[in-house]
């Protein structure tokens, strides 16, 4: 099975953003129980500016209380107004303004329909804004709430897709509009449910191709990281690979090792390196690979992985985390990349702990290519 899906807020589905609605609509509450007395000289577009910066010390959770405030209660603000500026807003700074534009709603939002049904259909706006629209319209309205999704199914908020191709989804498709349906998809749960609804009609689709994840690698491994002190460690085999003078053989964790090739079959693209190389425990093991591009373009590398992990694309350091265990979510790290017309060289370092729980015996890892919105780019020839 897929695993579960993990995006950052501004790439969220339903659920998460119900989850940000509540911590926006909390920090409102908080806020109007300060006692703030002092006379604010600012403008309310300074205001606005102000909680589009916001980080997260205290004296900016206190400037933001006082803007709030103050805007709320301003007659030169609107409900446009507060909604357009979560475009250029930091995470913190939108989930203030998603607040006010909240309470701005409340006020004034009945009144605003049609200026609400404009602000939506403006894909150039906040995703989340638009789907918080979307949302005050649809309310209680299945009538406009399915005329809209109907036009939604390749809109750029990934919240929105997902509620209209869930939507179609409701009325069985038949066999062509299943396969528009899952050329428009993106969520991993749900490209993986119109796959098998697409099987129960007779068409076999290639999960890891549509997915686009990398299945051919070249492996070698083990080398130390007994007290997983050796994340940092820059090991032969990187900086020959990087330079493109690697050797055939390398000295290993426990004498000399060679790369060895892996082709894996997991319709999620899994490379285990658990049962490749027996289990180890506190090692680090290399994986490389090449991906042909018919052009230069800007893509993601999206990478899965339940262990500590590097990823270099062609000699650049593009991903680190040192993180062990904490479960394996497909696209679980991402970062936009450079690919150029032709092979582009690329390697991971996956690093195991020594940890003997049964939960953290796994040691593999997914990756794959993308566009911005998670669509598949696929190696030239595949």
């Known amino acids: 099975m897929i695993a579960r899906y ?17 911590a926006a609509s909390s920090a409102l509450v908080a806020l109007f129980a300060m006692n703030d007395s002092r006379a604010q000289a600012d403008s309310s577009s300074d205001l606005i500016k102000q909680l589009q910066g916001l980080k997260t010390s205290d004296a900016d959770n206190q400037a933001a209380a006082r803007a709030i405030k103050s805007l709320s209660g301003a007659s030169d603000v609107s409900l446009l107004q507060a909604l357009a500026a979560m475009k250029n807003a930091t995470p913190i700074g939108r989930n203030w303004l998603m607040g006010l534009a909240g309470t701005l709603y409340r006020k004034a939002g ?16 906040d995703a989340e804004a638009r789907y918080l629209v979307f949302q005050w319209l649809s309310t209680g309205n299945d009538a406009m709430r399915k005329d809209l999704l109907s036009k939604m199914t390749q809109d750029p908020s990934p919240e929105l897709r997902f509620a209209a191709i869930e939507d179609a989804l409701k009325s069985p498709p038949e066999s062509g509009k299943l396969a528009e349906l899952l050329d428009a998809a993106r969520h991993p749960e749900q490209v993986v449910s119109i796959i098998e609804k697409l099987k129960e009609k007779g068409t076999t689709i290639d999960q890891a191709k549509q997915f686009g994840f990398l299945m051919n690698w070249k492996l070698i491994g083990p080398f130390d990281n007994v007290g997983t002190v050796n994340f940092d460690k820059v090991f032969p085999v ?96 991402n970062e936009t990349i450079q690919l150029k017309k032709g092979k582009n060289q ?37």
């Not at 993990?6 to 509540?22: D, E, N, Q, V, Y």
């Not at 990187?238 to 000399?256: C, F, H, L, Q, R």
Request: hydrophobic share 35%; aromatic share 10%; with cysteine.
């Open 238 to 333: 990187e900086t020959d690979w990087i330079a493109g003078t690697v050797k055939s053989e390398y000295p290993g964790k426990s004498g000399s090792v060679k790369w060895k090739e892996e082709t894996t079959s997991s319709p999620e693209g899994a490379v285990d390196l658990a049962e490749i190389f027996s289990n180890e425990k506190g090692c680090i093991v290399y994986a490389a690979t090449e991906f042909e591009s018919d052009r230069d373009t800007t893509a993601e590398v999206r990478l899965g992985c339940i262990n500590g992990n590097k990823v270099w694309v062609n000699g650049k350091l593009v991903l680190s985390n040192e993180v062990y265990h904490t479960n394996m979510q497909i696209d679980q790290y």
């Open 110 to 125: 009945a009144n605003q329909t049609a200026e609400l049904k404009n602000f939506l259909a403006d894909t150039t706006q």
């Open 6 to 22: 993990s995006r950052p807020i501004s790439k969220t589905h339903p659920w998460r953003f119900a989850m940000t609605m509540l």
């Open 346 to 382: 690329i390697l991971v370092k996956i690093s195991q702990n020594e940890q003997k729980e049964q939960w953290a015996q796994r040691f593999a890892f997914q990756l794959r290519i993308s566009d911005s919105t998670g669509k598949a780019i696929l190696a030239k020839g595949r």
